[in-house]
């Protein structure tokens, strides 16, 4: 017999996060690429389709540079210029798309609708100065699961400050992504054990929807 979850999910408490897909680390090319993104759109889009059927909040964040330098770039030596990577306003041309697109913007085929919500945050994690748990304490929301990518980066350290805020949260398996598989299979396995739940996009579907 397995074991029951730590939490149920409750559709009517819960909002989807959705990390960082943006041009510049989905598209062929990009500066910050992850490959393995662009296998999740169509979970991640299935997830987000899932959460407008039922009228609950649906959340974007994207990774800004910032106007100037800051200490995490010298781990992402790609925000300087000339390369200016999630630079707002900049745009470039990248291997999978026709004409410049703005690089910071969340890929076309993850469209953002009006009613959601976007995030931006110069940071990994998204509750780090943004708005981001306002809007969720505005929602009525105790519960969030969160997709999108890197899976060891911004992905879990927004997964662990949600933790760290008292909210129950879950990880969608199907729907990370990252550039080492050895770290995303560590990451997710850390968070199962010690932080929430880790479950795939056809097991939220069939448990709240």
């Not at 100037?68 to 990248?94: A, D, I, M």
């Not at 997964?159 to 805020?165: M, N, Q, T, V, Y």
């Not at 990451?187 to 056809?202: E, H, I, M, P």
Request: proline share 7%.
């Amino acid at each position: 017999m397995s074991e029951s979850p730590p939490f149920d999910i409750d559709p009517s408490r819960t909002a989807l996060i959705v990390v960082d897909m943006q041009n510049d680390f989905v598209r062929v090319g990009a500066p910050l690429e992850v490959p393995d993104a662009r296998a999740t759109i169509q979970p991640i889009r299935d997830t987000i389709d899932l959460f407008r059927r039922l009228g609950r909040p649906v959340i974007f964040t994207r990774f800004i540079a910032g106007p100037k330098e800051t200490l995490l770039w010298k781990w992402s030596p790609q925000l300087r210029p000339p390369v200016n990577c999630c630079k707002p306003g900049f745009r470039r041309r990248y291997g999978d798309a026709e004409g410049e697109l703005d690089c910071i913007a969340v890929i076309d085929e993850l469209t953002v609708e009006p009613g959601d919500y976007v995030v931006d945050k110069y940071w990994y994690g998204a509750f780090f100065r943004t708005n981001l748990h306002d809007i969720l304490l505005s929602e009525h929301v105790d519960t969030t699961v969160v997709c999108g990518t890197v899976t060891q980066i911004c992905v879990e350290e927004t997964a662990r400050e949600s933790f760290h805020l008292g909210l129950k949260t879950a990880v969608l398996s199907d729907c990370v992504s990252s550039y080492d598989p050895g770290m995303h299979a560590a990451t997710l396995k850390n968070f199962a054990l010690k932080f929430g739940r880790v479950l795939d996009s056809g097991a939220l579907a069939a448990e709240i929807g």
